[in-house]
């Protein structure tokens, strides 16, 4: 007697010519490079920087083994079930305050410009998280920097802030995961829009990312705070930090700090290492 197995997935197509095609008139010498299997793609990124590698790449990975989050946190998928990718560039803004944001903004409004009637929002989670507006989280980010190396590093007389060499990690759920072992409930693109599956979502996704980051370049957050308040999912409910404090969020400064009412007045919280939860949601170990 044979048992019954569930359908397999068909193959993984990924339009890597179509989004080199969008970015390499922004980025010059711009390269896709999409592998089945990889430890961590931030992590891979961030070692050719050190080594002096510093063209801009996009980095997709079908799984990752070692995948990593803020904080540590591991990430893991089987093929298809996450869209994983991380762009590397180098950028010189004026200010980082609030990069990881302005990712957030340019990653939930392209996944989802307009939400439909009865269709859950795609919200953003301070400072890196990507939240349904029903408290289920859809995806994370990751920003990392390194220092340029070499000729990349060099700057002349009068030139503006000095070049990084910038990795931003994306992951997003497609396919529903287990909950087991999760400290907020996951969602996926399915409950987003059905018919976006991974490879769908990154076409979607990197072009307006790569002008975002451009621009973020040119301007910082500030233009974009009003864009990440209409999505902000903590605004105006009872947060815990993992430093002890505690309060009600109030939306962002326009350096992209978080806004947390106390009894002792308004703290401005910046440190990437504070995390921050909804009131009676655990907050996860440092």
Known sequence: MSTAQPPA?????WPAEAVWEAVAPLLPGFTVEVL????????????????GAAEPTL????????GRGRLGRAWNNAAGDSLMFSLGLPLAPAEWSGLSLAVGVSIAENLQPVPLPGQPRVGLKWPNDLWLDDGRKLGGILVETASLVGAAAATGPGAG??????????????????????TTPP??????????????????????????LQSFEAQGFAPLRQRFLQRDVLRGREVVLSDGGAGTADGVEADGALRVRTPEGVQAVTSSEISVRPAGQPLPPA
Request: aromatic share 2%.
């Open 9 to 13: 997935h068909p193959p993984l197509r």
């Open 36 to 51: 089945p299997s990889i430890a961590s793609t931030n992590t891979e990124l961030m070692r050719r920087a050190r080594a």
């Open 59 to 66: 980095l997709v990975a079908e799984v990752q083994t070692a």
């Open 161 to 182: 802030p000095a070049a990084r060499y910038v990795v931003v990690g994306v992951g997003i759920n497609v396919r529903p995961p287990s909950a087991q072992g999760l």
């Open 187 to 212: 969602a996926s693109l399915q409950d987003v829009d059905g018919r976006l599956d991974a490879p769908a979502a990154l076409l979607r996704l990197v072009p307006p990312l790569v002008a975002m």
